[in-house]
């Protein structure tokens, strides 16, 4: 079974947790699953002038696959485009903390004979998210003034991967 779409698990709400008085044992995540993201730091770090900031327009959780597939693009344009001999840095900033939960159901001849349905439905550990507000910084780029349509272009690219639309806020160091 492959994953669920995002549209799954993007909505920011409260994440249910279960309090059991009577057997506290169930009240816990067993096993959280391991974050696909290699590297948050990206680059050689260095003294640049100016830094891109790639800010969330809303509140959302975004999977750790999505930001890690965000990381790749961003890395290849940004090796790929600039000009021999220039360097960049680029950091991905919220981390996946949130675990994901998932009841999986049973389907097919049978099913119904050993399925709890909504009965105990707390859900396996299927993946971590990161929940991100609006406004706040999801990945910055640090580069020099001449190569900073490059960096635009690096996240505009990646501003696909992600399961919210992004505004660019360009700073100076």
């Given amino acids: ?6 549209r799954c698990y993007r909505k920011f709400e409260r994440p249910y947790t279960r309090r059991s008085i009577r057997v506290p044992k169930k009240g816990y995540v067993k096993g959280v699953p391991a974050s696909k993201i290699t590297q948050f730091e990206a680059g050689t770090k260095g003294n640049y002038d100016s830094i891109i900031c790639m800010n969330s327009k809303r509140s959302v ?12 693009v961003m890395v290849q344009i940004m ?8 360097t960049f840095f680029m950091k991905i900033r919220p981390f996946p903390h949130h675990v994901l939960r998932e009841n999986a159901l049973a389907t097919g001849a049978g ?3 050993f399925q ?3 009965r105990q ?13 609006a406004g706040q910084c999801i990945a910055e780029i640090h580069v ?4 900073i349509q490059i960096a635009k272009l ?3 690219k990646a501003s696909y991967k992600l399961p919210t639309p992004v505004k660019l806020e360009i700073g100076t160091l």
């Fill in 61 to 72: 959780q975004i999977r750790h696959n999505s930001l890690e597939s965000a990381r790749i």
């Fill in 144 to 147: 020099l003034k001449q190569n």
């Fill in 111 to 113: 099913a119904d004979r």
């Fill in 116 to 118: 709890t349905g909504m």
């Fill in 121 to 133: 439905s707390f859900g396996k550990p299927v993946g971590t998210a990161a929940r991100v507000r």
């Fill in 154 to 156: 690096a996240f505009k």
């Fill in 79 to 86: 090796e790929k485009k600039l000009p021999k001999g220039a």
């Fill in 1 to 6: 079974m492959g994953l669920r779409p995002g």
